[in-house]
């Protein structure tokens, strides 16, 4: 239904410039009217097509993004200007000549020029075209990642507030064993951990010891611990180097490239990388089912 509306969008805009500027003089000694709204519903039809090549294109690309978008109308107006140009010729010839063949076929001699001339009509109308398509496409991303923001704040809030509800009531005290290598080690309750982070052969735990906030460094790899850690679900592995306690999290900023969190007691910001942004949305949503 989409593809419909933005061709529709397209034949309307095209209507418009043409009606305004009317390029080439286009429709010759005939109803100028009547050429200009042919040559729009084969914008119609042209933009029509190329949208559905370019998605076929694509093909490969099954989550939208706001990069995928802009190749597949990158990809779309690159098949729609000969295209349409082609469509142009062949169709002014029989309006003004009665033949397909008369915007091709001159004196009896094939010649090339008509055919680049609709095509340079073509890109003229269809740079202001390109320009609002795009600028309609990153304002639908923004809207649409500004929501999905809202939204995982929202759901991480309500999460948080569930899990020390039921925290509280089975009042785990139970403490861990993270161990580095050699005789290093750390004891502590997973909910006081805040993140842990990954710097060289090093882990570096950031947690709570009563109100105080600690930092003790370890020997080891961010795999060993989160295997150590994957019995409780607060914790998430957001980034190659992290792995943070939902519980601290006080906001999720950023866009789909890649999300920026704020945690509690804390000026760090924690980076959620781009491979790692759908894996963050899906656990959060999954968590919040869980303990629904």
Known sequence: MWRLKSAFKDCMAALLLLLLFRPFGIGGDKNPIVAIAGVAVLVFISSLLSSLMAICFLRKETTPSYESEMRRLNIENLINIPLLGLFIITYIGWYCYGKLSSGWIIDGVFVLWPYLSAVVCVVIVSIPIYIWNRDQLKKR??????????????????????????????????????????????????????YVESVGNYLSIVFFNDSDLCQKRLRSSLKEIEETLEAFPFMVHIHRAFLVNINFITQVTGNSAGYKISMFSTDKILPVSKANVATFRNKIKELGKQLG
Not at 172 to 188: A, M, N, T
């Open 141 to 194: 991303f923004l809207k649409a990642e500004i929501e999905e923001l809202q939204t995982l704040n929202t759901l991480l809030e309500k999460e948080q507030q569930i899990l020390r509800s039921r925290l509280d009531k089975e009042n785990i005290e139970e403490k861990i064993i993270l161990q580095g290598e050699g005789k290093e080690s750390l004891i502590v309750n997973p909910l006081d951990i805040m």
